[in-house]
């Protein structure tokens, strides 16, 4: 049975930084994986993906401040965020996809099939 659990999320001031992490049970290393967030009041955005042989993919909106990682023999997806923003403000969901494909460019929602609960994060100015 497949299920993702986010861990990480927290309250931190402007220009500072967190380690969102996801447990991984039942995803295979085929699996493309993929870091989501929603704001209140707007749409889910797909942030960052991650193929079978760690190529990478980013939102412009966190190109250069977030890194997705995974490490497949603890069965972990993690995701770095650096210089942080007031709208980073949003909850954080991790998701994998049924099979191997991943497209191109930021990952789109109807990609993915199984999806964790989310993390909060909140970032204050």
């Known amino acids: 049975q497949v299920q993702l659990v986010e861990s990480g999320g927290g309250s931190v001031q402007a220009g500072g930084s967190l380690r969102l992490s996801c447990k991984l049970s039942g995803v295979r290393s085929y699996n493309c994986l993929a870091w989501f967030r929603q704001a209140p009041g707007k749409e889910r955005e797909g942030i960052a993906s991650i193929n079978r042989v760690g190529s990478t993919s980013y939102a412009d909106s966190v190109k250069g401040r977030f890194t997705i990682s995974r490490d497949n023999f603890k069965n972990t997806l993690d995701l770095q965020m650096n210089y942080l923003k007031p709208d980073d403000t949003a909850i954080y969901y991790c998701?994998?996809?049924?099979?191997?494909?991943?497209?191109?460019?930021?990952?789109?929602?109807?990609?993915?099939?199984?999806w964790g609960r989310g993390t909060r994060v909140t970032v204050s100015s």
């Open positions: 998701a994998t996809t049924a099979g191997f494909f991943c497209a191109t460019g930021p990952p789109v929602e109807r990609d993915f099939a199984y």
